[in-house]
């Protein structure tokens, strides 16, 4: 897996789409296209099953919220 980073445009296995708005190191926020928002704690175990396919890499999740992949163009 890449390195988990704010930024990132990921594809889970059930199809929903989602960016990284922040990375720390044991806690994630993850922002999907229906504006739902969710943070995610490796304590929890939880980055095993929301991680699926990293579509595309921005300099800032603002770009990747504005992305073709984010946006589904």
């Known amino acids: 897996m890449s390195k988990i980073k704010s930024g990132q445009v990921w594809?889970?296995?059930?199809?929903?789409?989602?960016?990284?708005s922040l990375a720390e190191d044991d806690v994630v926020y993850a922002v999907y296209s229906d504006?739902?928002?969710?943070?995610?704690?490796?304590?929890?175990?939880?980055?095993?099953?929301?991680?699926?396919k990293l579509l595309a890499e921005?300099?800032?999740w603002?770009?990747?919220?504005n992305?073709?992949?984010f946006l589904g163009e």
Request: cysteine-free; hydrophobic content about 30%.
């Open 58 to 60: 921005y300099p800032t």
């Open 11 to 20: 594809q889970q296995e059930n199809g929903e789409i989602f960016v990284l």
């Open 35 to 52: 504006g739902y928002s969710a943070s995610y704690s490796s304590e929890e175990d939880s980055f095993s099953f929301i991680f699926g």
């Open 62 to 65: 603002r770009e990747a919220v």
């Open 67 to 69: 992305s073709k992949e």
